[in-house]
């Protein structure tokens, strides 16, 4: 059986930031990365829209879901500006844009990849690609990592395989399997920054291609549970943009928990029911003649005014001035609590992440060992951790891939309980 000192499973971000870190610090120690594609980092690749959104210049615990207590202390230990002074060592000078947005200064994903890529030869780690782990058993003081090339004893192993999004890039969710096989239990999993479709009795069809800033509710049960502000683009089968896709976990959890969710959406952020009723008012008043299209283009695109009157079932042709009282309420509640009929979202195809995962209290946030499998570590995507878009998912792989790649070849293994102190 061929042997290494730590073999990586899993050759995306997380992975190959493991496979420096530990390239870096290995010594004479031997490092092999597995991965089951043929050629790695297709999520880098298509990220960012082919750019690469490689960190925000802000990132804190409240940018994700999880147990945020662990989410903190892991992000303190590899922060923004670590990244920064990471990727500026391999090459790869990054730039910050007005969103907080950090992207390479060349927009493209493949000056990422190649650096990272470029380093994991320099430090000498083997590649292994096409090499898809179908187990991994516990054997002779370590671990018996198998796959279609062959068993490879290791002494530590770093499950990096990703979670459930995109799994045409190989993160097809075989990594639970594996984390469960040795005992790990697992939290349900559900997409995350996921476009959402919508009834066919909406309006989006017609409005494809517009976009636009609203504030997004989401209420599951009666309850209020996220309130967010952002840019929304209606599209041919429902609503996507920034907004949604953050959005869209607290919608895909609840369903994936059985619970009833509705999303609503105020097209004026600024606006309160009060507000919008005043301003309508006023308006009618200074121009009785206006159309209420004409009226609404005002505060909304005209093509947006006209579908919401029709919703609500007003003419939008009407004269503002001579709007009842019971049309001119349900124009409030039509831009103020807009009712959005999600009726599904996009699917794992379309999802940028995976909400749940391996729970963070099963792992050591120093090391990002698992207290259940002393030797083995877990870290990216696998884990029960998501962040909202705009690269706080990429900071929080090159985290746990930092803390995981130098724990795994520079601890000293004890079965005493001092191991999993924190």
């Known amino acids: 059986m061929d042997s290494a000192d730590v073999v990586i499973v899993g050759g995306g971000a997380a992975g190959l930031a493991a496979a420096i870190a530990s390239g870096e610090r290995k010594g004479s120690q031997r490092i092999i990365l597995l991965d089951g594609a043929t050629a790695l980092g297709a999520k880098i690749l298509v990220s960012g829209g082919g750019r690469c959104n490689v960190t925000h210049d802000v990132v804190t615990a409240a940018d994700f879901f999880g ?10 230990a590899w922060s923004v500006q670590q990244t ?5 060592g391999m090459g790869v000078e990054l ?16 000056t990422v990849l190649h650096a990272l890529l470029e380093r994991c030869r320099v430090v000498g780690v083997e590649i292994r690609t096409g090499r898809r782990v179908s187990g991994i058993e516990r054997s002779d003081g370590g671990f018996a990592v198998r796959s279609i090339g062959g068993a490879i004893h ?3 192993v770093i499950l990096a395989t990703g979670g459930r999004s995109l799994p045409k890039s190989g993160s097809d969710g075989s990594g639970y399997a594996l984390a469960r096989s040795l005992g790990h239990s697992l939290t349900p999993t559900a997409p ?9 009795t909406m309006f989006h069809q017609q409005l494809s291609g517009l976009s636009q ?10 309850k209020p549970i996220d ?3 952002g840019s929304l683009l209606w599209t041919h089968f429902g609503v996507s943009g920034p907004v949604v896709m953050d959005a869209s976990r607290c919608w895909t959890w609840a369903h994936e928990q059985g619970d009833p969710a509705d999303v609503y959406a105020n097209l004026r952020p600024e606006w309160t029911a009060d507000t919008a009723r005043q301003w309508i008012m006023t308006q009618a008043e200074a121009s009785p003649r206006k159309s209420l299209a004409k009226t609404l283009a005002f505060v909304l695109p005209e093509r947006l005014a006209e579908a919401v009157c029709g919703h609500v079932e007003i003419d939008a042709s009407k004269a503002a001035a001579q709007l009842p009282r019971d049309e001119r309420e349900r124009l409030v509640g039509a831009l103020t609590r807009l009712p959005l009929p999600v009726t599904k979202d996009r699917g794992w195809n379309h999802a940028e992440v995976t909400a749940g995962g ?3 209290e099963e792992i050591n946030y120093r090391t990002m060992e698992s207290r259940v499998v002393p030797g083995l570590y877990v870290i990216g995507e696998i884990l029960d951790c998501d962040g909202r878009i705009g690269g706080y998912n990429f900071q929080w792989a090159w985290a746990t891939g930092y803390l995981a790649g130098c724990a795994a070849v520079t601890s000293r293994r004890s079965d005493g309980p001092d191991r999993w102190n924190t």
Do not use: Q
Not at 84 to 88: D, L, T, V
């Open 67 to 76: 147990n945020r207590r662990i989410i903190k202390n892991v992000l303190a």
């Open 84 to 88: 920064i002074e990471w990727f500026a």
């Open 95 to 110: 730039k910050r844009e007005a969103t907080g947005k950090l992207f390479p200064v060349t927009d493209k994903a493949r």
């Open 154 to 156: 290791a002494n530590a």
């Open 192 to 200: 995350g920054l996921v476009p959402l479709v919508l009834h066919e």
């Open 213 to 222: 800033d609203v504030t997004i509710s989401t209420i599951v049960r009666g």
């Open 227 to 229: 309130v967010r502000t």
């Open 358 to 360: 391996i729970p963070l």
